[in-house]
């Protein structure tokens, strides 16, 4: 069977847009995103931060990928134009000898990552409204507009001749020893295409989608060499997907003038289930709160009303952001929006890390990319790297 593409990517958000334009200067690919326009789940539903990465397990994906990612995402910026500020993050704790301030120094160290620690009065001459005992200055994170970066990626993409299709959703795939034959619900109706490799870059319903891939594959073929990377462990695993555990991050806007010029993060959570609800400004300085953690049954995960935020949830929120912002104003929090992470790992658990898993027989693979929660979007142009160095060795 000749294949019409070389590599059909599922899901344009920005892991799928950044291989799309990674892979189409040497494959030719088709992108299927089944909702009306690119990025409108996770990659629009964040803080829209490029982390330094400072906070993830010692070797780990998520720590090289975000190290790589951070600088490939400020070059990108620079040479295309796209809407961004290395606007510094100031880490602040409640006690000036909590050990996790001494724990982020060492990677910061380890890395080579610039990290400061400020006093309380350090702290104070920089963010008079912040009350902490001790803070760490991250001058290397900032903030990215990340619609622009999307658009940007779609666009230089589609330049070296990828096609993106919106309105058509992958149903169901299946492997013919050389290919795959992809049929697509769209607008007007049911279609086919064959296409060499398959990439699974769905987000949220990547761990899902693998289960339907792995459904339309001769199991005898499936070559079953994925990695899982959990923290410094690296287990082999079979091809069985992992359990998805959804956990929905819910953000509230200051309407105000903010008294912040830095991003404020408190100390992140045991576990690293989330960052902590931390202060953001976008590129216009406009404050926003989140997001927190609610783990979410994958059915809520998937209904309609999955993005919706409760206004009951100003009281636990003012009471997290008082921690070190003691004059806030709770009558200026307003309800903004919620994202959901596509986690691997169990309420409690240290988070799992990225996974990059292959099915399929070898001439023709299935590639999924599973709990690509944060830092996924500073780690998207290294992720694209990463899969296809893993096209081209496996
Ligand atoms: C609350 C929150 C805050 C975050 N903050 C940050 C941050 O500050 N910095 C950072 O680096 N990272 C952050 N992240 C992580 C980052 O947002 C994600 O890692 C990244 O957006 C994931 O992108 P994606 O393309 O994998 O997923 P998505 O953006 O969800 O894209 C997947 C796409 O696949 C499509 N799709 C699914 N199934 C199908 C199908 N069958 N057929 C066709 N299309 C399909 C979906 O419609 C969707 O558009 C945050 C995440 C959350 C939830």
Redesign the pocket.
Known sequence: MTPDFDICI????????ALARQLSRRYSVLI????DL??????????????AGLYYPPGSLKETL?LRGRALTYQFCQQFDIPHQKIGKLIVSPTNDHPELQRLEHTAQRLAIPLQRLDRHQLHQMEPDVTAAAALWSPETGIIDSHRFMQALQHQAEQAGALLVCR????SAHNHGDAWTVTINTSDGPTTIHCQTLIN??????VA?MATIDAGTNTADTNSDARLHNGSQTAERNNTPPVLFPAR?HYFSYQGKSPFRHLVYPLPEPGLAGLGVHATLDLAGQLRF??DVEYLDPQAASSPERYHVSEHLRRPFAAAIRRYWPALDENQLQAAY?????KLSAPGNTAADFVFQRSGPATSPAWH?LG?????????LAIAEHVEQLLETR
């Open positions: 599922i899901g344009a958000g920005v892991i799928g847009l299927l995103e089944q909702a690119i990025g409108s789940e996770t990659s629009s539903r964040n803080s829209e931060v490029i982390h975000c058509s959703q992958m149903t870059a769905a987000g949220l319903e990547a989608l991050g989140g997001p919620a994202g959901i992470r596509p990319l690509i929660e944060s830092p996924g979007l500073t780690s998207a």
